[in-house]
């Protein structure tokens, strides 16, 4: 899964600078760009176009950023995840990574299994979080039945993922799984 584009985002990364000073003044690119380095010619007017730019980026970057409510229950996971995974045929295993409030940093698809299961290993839960430097985890994944009772191997894939989390000290928050109209959080009904 993509991660949220918005403020951090960076969708020109990958263009040369000669090119984004085009793309941004189409009338004098190559004028800007000296100015911006300060290599240009002696122009008032280049000089306070690079002066208003200059403004706009300190004034955009001021902002604060607007972040998500924290999860504060697994019937919050619930409303905020149950439709995107509810028509998938087959298991599908999501990490949410989560900041030091336990507010959504962004989620990574780490499975998709078959009908009734998926494999799942620690190094994919865990390599985005690392990557990220995320607080925390929550782990959900669906059941395609409709029914969210856990199986044997939910339950040991828990206990297993929350002992690597504890080694790599990002704790797991909880493991929720997404049924049809309802769902099990493990940490709600005290099988943490």
Known sequence: MPGVTGRDARPLEDVEETELFRRAFPDDGDGMR???????????GRHLRWEAVLELARRALAVPRRRPEPFRSAADVFERYRFLLSDSPVEVFVVVL????????????????????????PREVFAAAVRERAAAVLLLHNHPSGDPAPSGQDREVTQRLRSAGGILGIPVVDHVILGDAAFFSFREEGDW
Request: aromatic share 0%; hydrophobic share 45%.
């Open 98 to 121: 989560l900041d030091v409030k336990h507010r959504p940093l962004r989620e990574e698809r780490a499975s998709a299994g078959i009908l009734d299961g998926s494999l799942i290993h």
């Open 34 to 44: 000296l100015a911006a380095r300060g290599s240009a010619p002696a122009d008032a």
